[in-house]
C-alpha cells in the first residue's frame, strides 16, 4: 500500500496547534471529525490484520484522536502529554497507533542546543502501536513521520526518551538512525495513593518518594557537523 503523504490525502481535521504556534495538551479536548467519519479501533470481531509494515499508512490527526490511542494502549494512559503535531497510523481505516512531536521538555542539551538555540528541535511526545501491528512497524512509523515533520516545519534534529522501566527497546530509534546518548539522571518522584504527585508540598504528606525509572536518551541530528549548529548567545 502506498504511504500516504498530506498531498496523497487531505486529511478531515484541524489540529489544535500548528508548528510555531504554542503547545497544547489533552486536558482540553475538541471536536475531532474523524472520530465520526472512521471507526478508530478494530471491530471487536476481530476482522483481518496487517501482516506487513509496509501496509499501514500514516496521516496527521488532532490531539483527541491521538490520546484515544494512548488510552488504549499506551502504558501512560489518560495521562496528559503536550501536543503540537501528531499522526496516526492506520489499516484499512482503523486507529492503529499515534505518534506525537512537540517542544523538547530540556532547556538546553549540551553539544546541540540551548535556550536561545532551541528552535527548530523537536521531541517524540509519546509513541504507541496496537499489538496488531507486525514487526518492524514502530521504526517505519517514526521515520515516515519524519518525513512528512520536516515538509510542514523546520526541523534540526529531534530527541526522544526510551523509558528503562517500562522495558522499552531502544533498537526502534536506532534503526530509525537515531544516535543513543546515554542514560538520564537519577532522579526520585513523591507518591501518594499509588500516583505519582506531580507537583505542590510534600512535607507532612503521607507518602514515599521512589527511585524513577531512567531513560534512554536518543538524538537524530540533521544538521551536517556542529559548524551547522546556531552559536550559543
Same mark, same amino acid.
Request: aromatic residues 10%; glycine residues 10%.
Given at each position: 500500500?502506498?504511504?500516504?503523504?498530506?498531498?496523497?490525502?487531505?486529511?478531515?481535521?484541524?489540529?489544535?496547534?500548528?508548528?510555531?504556534?504554542?503547545?497544547?495538551?489533552?486536558?482540553?479536548?475538541?471536536?475531532?471529525?474523524?472520530?465520526?467519519?472512521?471507526?478508530?479501533?478494530?471491530?471487536?470481531?476481530?476482522?483481518?490484520?496487517?501482516?506487513?509494515?509496509?501496509?499501514?499508512?500514516?496521516?496527521?490527526?488532532?490531539?483527541?484522536?491521538?490520546?484515544?490511542?494512548?488510552?488504549?494502549?499506551?502504558?501512560?494512559?489518560?495521562?496528559?502529554?503536550?501536543?503540537?503535531?501528531?499522526?496516526?497510523?492506520?489499516?484499512?481505516?482503523?486507529?492503529?497507533?499515534?505518534?506525537?512531536?512537540?517542544?523538547?521538555?530540556?532547556?538546553?542539551?549540551?553539544?546541540?542546543?540551548?535556550?536561545?538555540?532551541?528552535?527548530?528541535?523537536?521531541?517524540?511526545?509519546?509513541?504507541?502501536?496496537?499489538?496488531?501491528?507486525?514487526?518492524?512497524?514502530? &521504526?517505519? %512509523?517514526? /521515520?515516515?513521520?519524519?518525513?512528512?515533520?520536516? +515538509?510542514?516545519?523546520? @526541523?534540526? #534534529?529531534? !530527541?526522544?526518551?526510551?523509558?528503562?522501566?517500562?522495558?522499552?527497546?531502544?533498537?526502534?530509534?536506532?534503526? &530509525?538512525? %537515531?544516535? /543513543?546518548?546515554?542514560?538520564?539522571?537519577?532522579? +526520585?518522584?513523591?507518591? @501518594?495513593? #499509588?500516583? !505519582?504527585?506531580?507537583?505542590?508540598?510534600?512535607?507532612?504528606?503521607?507518602?514515599?518518594?521512589?527511585?524513577? &525509572?531512567?531513560?534512554?536518551?536518543?538524538?537524530?541530528?540533521?544538521?551536517?557537523?556542529?559548524?551547522?549548529?546556531?552559536?550559543?548567545?
Amino acid at each position: 500500500m502506498k504511504d500516504l503523504t498530506l498531498s496523497d490525502q487531505e486529511t478531515h481535521e484541524q489540529p489544535e496547534a500548528k508548528a510555531g504556534s504554542s503547545a497544547t495538551t489533552c486536558s482540553a479536548l475538541c471536536v475531532d471529525s474523524l472520530t465520526v467519519e472512521l471507526p478508530l479501533f478494530q471491530g471487536e470481531d476481530g476482522g483481518s490484520t496487517p501482516t506487513s509494515a509496509l501496509q499501514l499508512y500514516f496521516r496527521e490527526i488532532g490531539a483527541p484522536t491521538a490520546a484515544k490511542a494512548y488510552r488504549a494502549w499506551h502504558y501512560l494512559g489518560d495521562q496528559g502529554f503536550v501536543s503540537q503535531i501528531n499522526f496516526g497510523a492506520y489499516w484499512e481505516g482503523k486507529l492503529e497507533g499515534s505518534i506525537t512531536y512537540g517542544p523538547p521538555n530540556a532547556t538546553d542539551l549540551a553539544g546541540y542546543w540551548d535556550r536561545h538555540t532551541q528552535g527548530g528541535w523537536w521531541e517524540i511526545k509519546r509513541l504507541v502501536m496496537s499489538p496488531l501491528c507486525p514487526k518492524n512497524s514502530e &521504526s517505519r %512509523f517514526i /521515520a515516515i513521520t519524519i518525513k512528512l515533520l520536516r +515538509k510542514m516545519a523546520t @526541523v534540526k #534534529g529531534i !530527541v526522544t526518551y526510551a523509558d528503562d522501566g517500562q522495558g522499552h527497546q531502544e533498537t526502534i530509534y536506532k534503526a &530509525s538512525g %537515531f544516535t /543513543a546518548l546515554g542514560m538520564t539522571a537519577p532522579k +526520585k518522584d513523591f507518591w @501518594v495513593n #499509588g500516583k !505519582v504527585q506531580q507537583r505542590g508540598k510534600t512535607k507532612g504528606v503521607d507518602g514515599e518518594w521512589r527511585d524513577r &525509572s531512567r531513560k534512554w536518551l536518543f538524538v537524530k541530528d540533521f544538521q551536517q557537523n556542529a559548524q551547522d549548529r546556531e552559536p550559543a548567545k
